[in-house]
């Protein structure tokens, strides 16, 4: 697929507890091009997980600010927990780490958020109304809270407890694969989790996403915890556009290709 340059395009990170994904996203289409990965550094300090941004960011033919996402809880730029990331992480400046490494202005954000906004720009919650939540599900379970497609940031409702137990293993992928859970008893975890998301917030929709979204034909039909649930349209691919469009929003565009 040819990258697209210029000034509609930004490089977007998603920081996963397993890969450290990069792509170049369209702003205005959403589209993602170039898409390159590496594997999580461990342990995933802030100096470590900064230096593997620089280094994929540097495969992209554009100059400009970046969008990354962390799986932790961020406000004002500044990490409050870590999860399947170091935990020196905490109380770090997110933004001024990596911009230092990166050389160039940078939005982070939640993991979860990212693919959200995403989601309620471009994908399954496009133009939706109402009370939207987005649950990612990988090696953990994030969530992003939306209401009339404005981002409520780092609800983290993936660390709530449901018959007593944590949802962010309780319901990871993860844990279905470690625990060898046959598809129909994964997915009663599942509704039960959403279920009582629902009785909480009343949500008229609710986004899966997440590595888990390639299993969908798995689970999709037999979730029903009293409102609309979809597959992310963006796939995997959702934290990287959502973290772009952060940038987009929130830093000086530099859009200078380089030369």
Request: glycine share 10%.
């Amino acid at each position: 697929m040819t990258m697209q340059t210029g000034a509609n395009a930004l490089v977007g990170v998603d920081v996963g507890g397993s890969g450290v994904k990069a792509a170049l996203v369209d702003l205005a289409t959403g589209q993602a091009s170039g898409r390159v990965r590496i594997e999580t550094p461990q342990p995933a300090t802030p100096e470590a997980i900064a230096s593997t941004v620089a280094g994929l960011v540097r495969h992209f033919p554009v100059r400009g600010a970046i969008g990354c996402t962390i799986p932790a809880a961020v406000v004002n730029g500044v990490v409050q927990t870590a999860t399947n990331i170091d935990k020196t992480w905490i109380g770090a400046h997110a933004a001024t780490v990596i911009s230092r490494a990166t050389d160039r202005p940078c939005v982070v954000l939640n993991d979860a958020d990212a693919a959200g906004l995403a989601e309620a720009r471009f994908g399954a919650a496009r133009a939706h109304r109402g009370v939207v939540v987005m649950v990612t599900i990988g090696t953990g379970v994030g969530t992003a809270l939306l209401n009339d497609g404005a981002l409520i940031p780092n609800s983290e409702l993936g660390h709530v407890f449901v018959n007593r137990h944590l949802v962010d293993t309780w319901v990871s992928d993860a844990t279905r694969v470690a625990e060898e859970l046959s598809w129909k008893q994964w997915t009663r975890r599942l509704e039960r989790y959403l279920a009582h998301l629902h009785t909480i917030l009343w949500p008229e929709l609710i986004v899966i996403g997440g590595g888990i979204v390639k299993h969908a034909d798995k689970f999709i039909d037999r979730v029903d915890p009293g409102c609309e649930v979809r597959i992310a349209e963006l796939g995997n691919l959702a934290g990287i556009v959502g973290a772009a469009l952060m940038a987009s929003e929130h830093v000086p565009l530099v859009t200078t290709d380089r030369s």
